[in-house]
């Protein structure tokens, strides 16, 4: 055995086996059924280790979590982030937001665009927004084919067209997880039809947003005829959903349609989200598949504010937090068809949100100017992506600055400190 060989076997013993060791936190992962105090290490961006007590000698880097919960990156699919087509007052424009600047400080890691961008312009919103965001992003294509820019491009029924949606979303199949219709007037069902089609077509989900409730197309025919199982009606808790009967009790609808494996998608929104039908539902345990915010400017400064309070709407409303947290990364992720998001299982992507629980009288606003007071608020303190710290509210991955060297924060190379004579 060579002396060569002896020293860089010295040196990789040396070497520390983890990037990132997250100590101390309690640890809420539902894939895994997870409930418990948990140490996370972190290597090459994948969760390396979860374990009761993990060495910090192994690690370069220890972070104390000690009182925080961690879970999963938070997986959010209703958002609008098609904010670079120039469009004044259009969800695909003007009212978007883009990914970056809201996802990690809100505990979200895998944002989900809910059909902004149509056919005909799907790939310039993936130039211009999807492959520049650091935030991973998936989107679903809207069957109109200028998408969300105008509310008449929805209505043009001549423009829905399934074959084209396909072939957009085979070149894109990287990060196209389904199909959108949203926000038509008309009283047949030719968004919805010709959504469906696309998702059969492409073999991907349809959400529907139903836009205008009207007696010609009943809500309640939408879920337990139309849609197919794995399909997703969001805006579940809008205003004129009907959910509890004259006697208190849930539509027995409900059940069938999620007996038939339609997803219930919360979506909450800048106006679809009232407590008058979301708070005796959950009580009832119809709870939604996935927790999203339906985010956009008009949302996101008005009572939906971002997932951290949609999430903690429901702890008032009395679900459990693993509950919770089960709805915003696992679930959430299985709807999209990326199971391999929304758990922190040795070898996945090591997306990760960290959270203190705010305890005091909080009030909750829903869209339509209701209340609702809880005891508990989530907080985000820090968000991984890819194991990267892309978020730390609390500074807690930083040094003390004593304890760095006289010169740090010169860029070696570039910077000088001149001292003046």
């Not at 991907?204 to 009943?218: E, I, K, N, S």
């Not at 025919?221 to 006697?247: A, C, F, M, N």
Request: charged content about 20%; some cysteine; glycine content about 10%.
């Amino acid at each position: 055995m060579s002396l060569a060989f002896l020293l860089a076997a010295a040196v990789q013993a040396q070497q520390p086996a983890y990037d990132l060791l997250l100590k101390r936190g309690h640890l809420i992962d539902p894939k895994n059924n997870i409930d418990a105090p948990m140490d996370i290490a972190i290597g090459s961006g994948k969760v390396a280790a979860v374990a009761a007590d993990i060495d910090p000698a192994r690690a370069a880097k220890v972070i104390d979590l000690g009182g925080l919960y961690v879970t999963p990156g938070i997986v959010d699919i209703h958002t609008h982030l098609y904010a670079t087509s120039g469009m004044p007052d259009a969800w695909a424009g003007d009212n978007s937001v883009l990914p970056d600047g809201f996802s990690f400080r809100s505990g979200v890691t895998t944002m989900v665009d809910a059909g902004s961008a149509g056919w005909r312009n799907f790939e310039m919103f993936r130039h211009t927004v999807i492959d520049r965001a650091q935030t991973r992003v998936f989107a679903m294509i809207n069957i109109a084919g200028l998408g969300m820019m105008t509310d008449a491009a929805e209505q043009e029924e001549s423009d829905f067209r399934p074959e084209e949606v396909a072939k957009i979303a085979a070149r894109n199949k990287d990060i196209v997880v389904g199909v959108k219709s949203a926000h038509y007037r008309h009283p047949d069902w030719t968004s919805v039809d010709r959504a469906i089609e696309a998702g059969r077509l492409s073999g991907l989900p349809v959400m529907v947003d139903f836009g205008y409730f009207l007696p010609q197309r009943p809500y309640w025919q939408l879920v337990t005829e139309k849609l197919r199982p794995g399909d997703i009606t969001t805006h579940v808790y809008r205003g004129s959903v009907p959910w509890i009967d004259e006697h208190g009790k849930l539509h027995a609808y409900l059940s069938r349609a999620r007996a038939r494996g339609v997803k219930f998608d919360v979506g909450h929104g800048g106006g679809s989200f009232v407590f008058r039908n979301a708070v005796p539902a959950v009580r009832l345990g119809f709870y939604p598949d996935s927790i999203s915010s339906d985010l956009h400017t008009l949302s996101m400064n008005a009572a939906m504010m971002d997932m951290p309070t949609t999430m903690s709407k429901f702890l008032a409303m009395g679900m459990s937090l693993p509950e919770v947290i089960l709805r915003s990364t696992w679930n959430p992720a299985q709807i999209v068809h990326h199971s391999e998001l929304g758990h922190l299982t040795v070898g996945a992507a090591a997306d990760i949100a960290v959270w203190s629980i705010q305890r005091g009288d909080f009030g909750f606003a829903d869209t339509g100017g209701g209340q609702f007071r809880g005891r508990e608020r989530l907080f985000c303190e820090m968000t991984l992506k890819d194991g990267r710290i892309a978020w730390d509210w609390n500074a807690r991955s930083a040094t003390d600055y004593r304890k760095l060297s006289p010169d740090y924060g010169i860029r070696r190379g570039i910077d000088a400190i001149v001292v003046p004579k």
